[in-house]
């Protein structure tokens, strides 16, 4: 999990151990593990933005994939405004 402050101030958190960990201003914590009792007040407050499954690997875009495929199949770049579903059409009609 990925724990991001919101506000100009540092923040004392509760982990899963209940050990005080300090949240920079501004700053993000990541493979935080909330202190079950904390965790939904973290959500609400607001002064958080939390991400779910902190260290897992980078998702690859699929816009990239399949400019890759139409460069492949063309020989071209594509556009770079072409949208995701732009870029099947003219994969599939290619």
């Known amino acids: 999990m990925i724990i991001h402050n919101l506000t100009n101030s540092p923040m004392d958190l509760l982990?899963?151990?209940g050990e005080k960990v300090r949240i920079d201003a501004r700053g993000a914590l990541e493979g935080f593990t909330?202190?079950?009792?904390?965790?939904?007040?973290?959500?609400?407050?607001g002064y958080f933005r939390i991400e779910e499954g902190g260290a897992s690997?980078?998702?690859?875009?699929e816009?990239?994939?399949?400019?890759?495929?139409?460069?492949?199949?063309?020989?071209?770049?594509?556009?770079?405004?072409w949208s995701v579903d732009r870029l099947r059409d003219e994969i599939a009609n290619g």
Not at 34 to 45: A, T
Not at 63 to 81: C, H, I, M, V
């Open 57 to 61: 690997a980078p998702k690859v875009d």
């Open 34 to 45: 909330p202190h079950p009792m904390h965790e939904n007040l973290y959500r609400q407050l």
């Open 15 to 17: 982990n899963d151990k």
């Open 63 to 81: 816009r990239d994939e399949l400019r890759a495929q139409y460069e492949q199949l063309t020989g071209e770049k594509p556009d770079g405004r």
